[in-house]
C-alpha cells in the first residue's frame, strides 16, 4: 500500500508531509512537517539525534562510521551551528546519540554499538559534557566517561540506544532479533567520571511481544525484509514514552506509572506511520530524537542534504502493529 505525502492511514500521526514546508505545525496541529534539511556537506551519514539540553532550538546529530570522532550542532531548521570533536575516541560505529541531565549536568551519550557482523567483544558508550558555549566554532572536549559494554547473551548488532535519567541506566535495542530486545545498562556514579573506562554489563529487560513486520507495500521494492529493524531510539523527558525509529515507520511504548520495561514491551506499540519510502522522502531514516520538552518529535538519516522531519503526535490510540 503506498501512502505518498497526502494519504497517511489514521494512526498515531496521521497526516501528510508538507513537502518543502518552511514552517513546522503548533501543537494543535499534529502530523509530519519538514522543518528543514541538513545542508551541512559533511553531515551525509547522519545516524543519532539528541536535543540540546542547555540551549533552545539546538539539536545535535552524529554520524555514522567511516566518519571523524564529531559531532554536530544545527538549529531545529538544520541550519549549520557548530562542531565538537571527540579527543580520545574512535568513530568505529557510532550509531546513535543520547542527551541527558544528571545531578544537574547536562551529557550527550555517543553510542558506539554498531556490529553488523555480530563479533565485537564490546561496544561503547561515551558521555561527554554538552559544552556551554554557542559561539559558531569548532570545539573540543574529551569524554567523561566510557562504558566498555559487553551483551550478558553474547555479541549484538544495536544502532538504537537511549538513556534514562531517573532509572540512571542507558538502553540499548538489538537489531537483527526477529523481536528486538531491549537491554539495560547500570551507570557508575557519578563522582567515578574522571575520563576514566568502566566495564558493564547489558542484561536483558524485554523483549517486544508485539514487533511490528515489515509493511510490504511498495516499501518492499525500497527495503525489503529489513523495513522493520530498528535505527534508533529516544526516550521522552518524563521517561514515559520510548520513541523507536525503524526504516519504515516511528513507533511509540508506552510505560505506566511504576512499570518495568518488560511490562510495557508486552503490549501494542504506537505508531506513527511515516510516509513510503518508496516515495521518496527520507528513504534512509536513521536518527529521531524528542524535543527537549518531549512535545515533539524529530527524525532524519543519511543522504544529501536529507530532510529534518518534525512530527507532533495526538494523544495517543492503541492500535495493533499490523493495523493500517
Not at 518492499?220 to 523495513?227: A, F, M, Q, S, T
Request: net charge negative; with cysteine; hydrophobic share 45%.
Amino acid at each position: 500500500m503506498s501512502h505518498g505525502l497526502g494519504a497517511l492511514a489514521p494512526t498515531l500521526a496521521a497526516v501528510a508531509v508538507v513537502a518543502g514546508a518552511a514552517d513546522v505545525p503548533d501543537a494543535t496541529a499534529p502530523g509530519w512537517r519538514i522543518a528543514g534539511h541538513l545542508t551541512n556537506t559533511a553531515i551525509r551519514e547522519a545516524s543519532g539525534l539528541a536535543p540540546s539540553r542547555r540551549c533552545a532550538d539546538r539539536l545535535w546529530i552524529v554520524n555514522d562510521s567511516g566518519n571523524p570522532a564529531r559531532l554536530w550542532a544545527v538549529d531545529s531548521r538544520g541550519r549549520d551551528i557548530a562542531s565538537l570533536d571527540i579527543e580520545g575516541a574512535a568513530n568505529e560505529d557510532w550509531e546513535d546519540l543520547a542527551s541527558v541531565v544528571l545531578d544537574g549536568r547536562p551529557w550527550l551519550a555517543i553510542a558506539d554499538c554498531g556490529d553488523n557482523l555480530g563479533i565485537r567483544d564490546g561496544i561503547f558508550v561515551h558521555f561527554v559534557e554538552e559544552p556551554e558555549t554557542e559561539r559558531v566554532a569548532p570545539l573540543a572536549v574529551r569524554p567523561a566517561l566510557s562504558l566498555s559494554i559487553r551483551f550478558e547473551d553474547g555479541a549484538r548488532d544495536c544502532e538504537a540506544a537511549a538513556v534514562d535519567p531517573t532509572e540512571r541506566t542507558v538502553l540499548l535495542l538489538s537489531k537483527r532479533d526477529p523481536r528486538p530486545a531491549l537491554y539495560l545498562v547500570r551507570l557508575p556514579p557519578a563522582p567515578t567520571w574522571t575520563s576514566a573506562v568502566h566495564s558493564a554489563v547489558a542484561h536483558r529487560a524485554a523483549v517486544f511481544a508485539s514487533w511490528p513486520p515489515p509493511q510490504g507495500g511498495s516499501n518492499r521494492g525500497v527495503l525489503g525484509n529489513i523495513g522493520n529493524q530498528p535505527t534508533a531510539m529516544d526516550l521522552s523527558p518524563d521517561g514515559r514514552r520510548l520513541l523507536i525509529l525503524t526504516y519504515e515507520d516511528a513507533w511509540i511504548v508506552e510505560r505506566r506509572a511504576g512499570e518495568d520495561w518488560a511490562i510495557a514491551a508486552a503490549r501494542p506499540m504506537l505508531r506513527a506511520e511515516m510516509p513510503d519510502p518508496a516515495e521518496g522522502v527520507l528513504r534512509r531514516r536513521e536518527a529521531a530524537c524528542w524535543s527537549a520538552d518531549g512535545a515533539c518529535f524529530f527524525v532524519t538519516g543519511e543522504g544529501n542534504e536529507p530532510p529534518l522531519l518534525r512530527a507532533v503526535p495526538p494523544p495517543p490510540t492503541l492500535r495493533s502493529p499490523t493495523d493500517r
